[in-house]
């Protein structure tokens, strides 16, 4: 049994079903900076105090930037033992301390300076930079209507070809995807971002919509 968009059984009706899919292109104005500081050292005690200095440095650096302090998170503090290998042995060399901070850049132009002084302030890890948009939520919607566009153009192309007429408002509309085809994480090596202003591009984001539309025909 076949149902209105009210509920109400339609005998000998037929039903299309076509796939609809939006996408809108947006330029961003958000960047995530995953910035890390190691430090290695036979005594586990210099190695957390050194990478409590640097942290400290570049965190003060990032704030005297203007940067919110609500926009800079710790994603890992960890302890490792690093070890090397002597014909065939495993031999002991330092401990390993490991801070990642996940900074959140609101200034697209700032990316580089950002980059540039954490490095000096004792950043050794560039982890990845990963771009986004504030108003993803209004730039789907707009994905999510060329998606039903899409899907309504189909049904007229598929029922004109058979010479019959649909119903244009759909029984049914599932949506199957929705997302933000992110600008690809860029990781820097020390040597990449080394001097000052360091060029970082953030190219444009593209925005995905899908669903599946039912017709009357």
Known sequence: MVYYRNGLPMRNANVLTVFGEGKVHVE????????GIVRENKNL???????????????????ALGINPNHIRTV?????????????????????????????VENIGQIGL????AVAQGANIIFNIRFDTSNRSAKYHEALTLALSDAHAKARTITNGLG????????????????????PYQTFTL???????TPIEPGTLQIEASLIAKFLY
Do not use: H, M, W
Request: proline share 5%; hydrophobic share 45%; no cysteine.
């Open 28 to 35: 961003p104005n958000l960047a995530f900076i995953t910035i």
């Open 45 to 63: 005690q210099t190695a957390q105090a050194e990478n409590s200095v640097a942290s400290n440095n570049v965190i003060q650096a990032l704030l």
């Open 76 to 104: 890992e503090y960890r302890i490792d033992n690093v070890y090397d290998f002597v014909d065939g042995k495993q031999i002991f060399r330092a401990y390993e301390v490991r801070y990642l901070l996940e900074v959140r």
């Open 114 to 117: 950002v980059v540039d002084t």
């Open 164 to 183: 019959v007429v649909f119903q244009p408002i759909p029984i049914e509309i599932t949506e199957t995807r929705q997302g933000v085809v992110p600008v």
């Open 191 to 197: 040597e990449k971002v080394a001097g000052a202003s």
